[in-house]
């Protein structure tokens, strides 16, 4: 079992910036950033496999951009040129496999969840 704590995140004007990390208990061989709004699926934003391979939702292409230190077991997402509708819950999610998506059904392991929060 792992478990993944989450960090970062709050509150940004349209256009501002934040950044959000997670720290995983355990190895994975893959990690992602989801969001989910009130209402709504949880959404995929971003991953990244152990050897530094990252997917992006096309919504966030060229905006956001995810890290990764595998010694500490640490995934970050820095989000830039927010926008209001970036507004969400994000999650972090982790997998022992070296195949995982965007879709959370990849992920057996969840964090707790951050909020993030957009005003235009």
């Known amino acids: 079992q792992v478990q993944l704590v989450e960090s970062g995140g709050g509150s940004a004007q349209a256009g501002g910036s934040l950044s959000i990390s997670c720290v995983a208990s355990?190895?994975?061989?893959?990690m992602g950033w989801f969001r989910q709004i009130p209402g709504k699926e949880r959404e995929g934003v971003a991953r990244m496999n152990r050897v530094g391979m990252s997917v992006y939702a096309d919504s966030v292409k060229g905006r956001f951009t995810v890290s990764q230190d595998n010694a500490k077991n640490t995934l970050n997402l820095q989000m830039s040129s927010l926008k209001p509708e970036d507004t969400g819950m994000y999650y972090c999610a982790a997998s022992a496999s070296n195949w995982c998506t965007l879709g959370r059904n990849d992920y057996p392991f969840w964090g707790q969840g951050t909020q993030v929060t957009v005003s235009s």
């Open positions: 355990g190895f994975t061989e893959c």
